[in-house]
């Protein structure tokens, strides 16, 4: 017998496929988009409908699997990497640049500054 005919996972995807109705957690279920749209394949077979049953944190994990996040931490990195790129430049084009890097710096302490305002910090 071929190794794929005996392997649990393949048969698990063979019964699923022939199935009306499978339940799956939503943390697979947006893992399985993130694969198809990926165009690595599937992890659940096609299907039509979709019910969630206990998913009362759903808007969380869907924005983990599909929203983008930047720190201003990153933002930091991103202004001193580029100030430092910016060296051998002509200073017409470099002091452009600056303006755009002290635009970032500015909105970066407005963020700061909201946060430190806030009664509900961290969630």
Same mark, same amino acid.
């Given at each position: 017998?071929?190794?794929?005919?005996?392997?649990?996972?393949?048969?698990? +995807?063979? +019964?699923?496929? #022939?199935?009306?109705?499978?339940?799956? /957690?939503?943390?697979?279920?947006?893992?399985?988009?993130?694969?198809?749209?990926?165009?690595?394949?599937?992890?659940?077979?096609?299907? #039509?409908?979709?019910?969630?049953?206990?998913?009362?944190?759903?808007?969380?994990?869907?924005? =983990?699997?599909?929203?983008?996040?930047? =720190?201003?931490? #990153?933002?930091?990195?991103?202004?001193?990497?580029?100030?430092?790129?910016?060296?051998?430049?002509?200073?017409?084009?470099?002091?452009?640049?600056?303006?755009?890097? /002290?635009?970032?710096?500015?909105?970066?302490?407005?963020?700061?500054?909201?946060?430190?305002?806030?009664?509900?910090?961290?969630?």
């Amino acid at each position: 017998m071929p190794p794929q005919d005996t392997c649990f996972l393949n048969a698990l +995807r063979k +019964r699923a496929a #022939q199935a009306q109705i499978i339940i799956v /957690n939503h943390h697979l279920f947006f893992a399985d988009i993130m694969v198809k749209q990926g165009g690595f394949g599937e992890i659940i077979p096609r299907f #039509q409908a979709v019910v969630f049953d206990e998913a009362h944190n759903i808007e969380e994990i869907a924005i =983990s699997y599909f929203g983008v996040s930047l =720190s201003t931490g #990153q933002l930091a990195a991103f202004v001193k990497d580029a100030e430092k790129e910016t060296r051998e430049i002509d200073d017409k084009d470099r002091q452009e640049i600056k303006k755009h890097l /002290n635009i970032i710096r500015g909105c970066m302490e407005e963020i700061h500054a909201l946060f430190r305002q806030s009664e509900e910090r961290g969630g």
